[in-house]
């Protein structure tokens, strides 16, 4: 059973940082491309950033760029994302997620229906 567990949110002043964290179980995601989404109180969820399996294509939602970075780790089956200079725009529920297709080493999806497992989310919350 494929298993996806988001951790590293929190309370945070703006302009501060945070690291996300979302391990995988029962599944390599060696394969396969990851992306992290989030939802906001009364808001739809909303495309943050996602990466290809190979790593060397990534890409972000205008909003973070510049500011937040997503990475992996194959070996350990972890996907991560770096959150600097936060705003309290930012504040949301944030969800790691895992797309299934077989595709190139630069495909990567921005598109939450294409990916088929998500995890439980972590908050984040940014103080002004």
């Known amino acids: 059973q494929t298993r996806l567990v988001e951790s590293g949110g929190g309370l945070v002043q703006a302009g501060g940082s945070l690291r996300l964290s979302c391990q995988v179980s029962g599944r390599a995601i060696s394969s396969f491309a990851m992306g992290w989404f989030r939802q906001a109180p009364e808001k739809e969820r909303e495309f943050v950033a996602s990466i290809s399996w190979s790593g060397r294509a990534t890409n972000y939602a205008d909003s973070v760029k510049g500011r937040f970075t997503i990475s992996r780790d194959n070996a350990k089956n972890m996907l991560y994302l770096q959150l600097n200079s936060l705003k309290p725009e930012d504040t949301a529920v944030y969800y790691c997620?895992?797309?299934?297709?077989?595709?190139?080493?630069?495909?990567?999806?921005?598109?939450?229906?294409?990916?088929?497992?998500w995890g439980q989310g972590t908050p984040v919350t940014v103080s002004s």
């Open positions: 997620a895992l797309d299934l297709t077989y595709d190139g080493p630069t495909y990567a999806s921005t598109v939450a229906n294409e990916y088929e497992y």
